[in-house]
């Protein structure tokens, strides 16, 4: 989720208090100074969530009163992105504070076996990246803070991954539970149905608590498949009637052959709201761009970066793979047939990693200028409104 730093340069003639923040589950440690040799270091209780924004507060007016700034010096503070995720950035600026949230893997860190490390040395060595920061070096890079409305817009994706996930599981403990017992094909339709009917490898009927456990489980899986069905009915018709910005999005980039709801949708809310400069930073955000290693007599290429979300990499591999079947005379698909038609299946899993990123940024045209890619063709009908989907019988 990071973005290249675009540092600005401070203005030199108006000084500036600059807050770091390293947080923790109980207690944040905040590290303040006006760019000087003197550093005020605390701690604030973060137990109690308003009381801990109120006692920050409280400490940045001190700060600002023990350097002696004057009430027009801009506030700049920064945190690593994790637990904690975004509220706080925007919390903050809500108060007249400008925060960065940088990636904690861009940090150059001691590569000694041993060294110091506690909250407050971390929290000024991140006041310290902060003021080289505004001095116009890159020390690190950003990541993107969503708005409440396009982070609340993932939620919708994203819970569905986690049900399927979960039903997944389940389903696999259950498929489990019975081979342990030589049970290792038959049952998938009929375990819903009627247990008794399975018979062991011993021809044995199913034990009282091993029927009982699976009947559980079937019943949660029963309720997952009832809330999966749900999320993804939602899902398809905000992408047929498009009210929103991000059912516009998705709306739009389902119109293409080989795109579906799930892509669609995936693809509008984690990409659609982010700002890229050029291709390439698309590329980078996915962790599909190389990774040369040049130095001296040692020039190699070590694969794509893998840098980023891994769901997101893997959804434009599968994106991918279908834009070669229902886009077959897209300009894409015919360098692909040239250049790894004919090879083997390693080339071939590597091309399709070529076509990821080129189709990556393919899709970015065409989301941001609406640029069709070459050769694409658009659906003959609009997206279809669903109606509500049975329940799958099946466990496995």
Known sequence: MTQPTTATQSNAAIPSLYIALDLGRSSWQVSLTDGGQKTRDVAVDRSDIRAGKAALLTEIAKARAAFRLPPEAPLHAVYEAGRDGFWLARWLQSQGVQCLVI??????????????????IDARALVALLIRHHRGEKAFRLVAVPDVEDQD?????????????????WAVTVQSMLFAHGIDRGYDKRLRQDLSELRTGDDRPLGASL??????LCEQIGRLDTDIAACELERDQRIAKPKAELDKRANHLAKLNGIGPVC???MAAELGWRTFDNAKQ????LGLAPTPWASGSVDREQGISKAGSDRLRALMIQIGWSWLRYQPESALTKWFQERFGEAGKRSRRVGIVAVARKLAVALWRYHTDGVIPEGALLKDKPFPIPRRRPCAEAVG
Do not use: M
């Open 153 to 169: 817009a993932r939620e919708l994706g994203r819970g569905l991954e986690r049900l399927q996930r979960t039903r997944r599981r």
């Open 211 to 216: 029927r009982h456990q699976i009947e559980l």
């Open 264 to 266: 669609a949708w995936t």
């Open 103 to 120: 990636d904690p893997s861009s940090i150059l860190v001691d590569r000694r076996a041993k060294h110091r490390k506690t909250d407050a």
């Open 282 to 285: 698309v590329g980078a955000f």
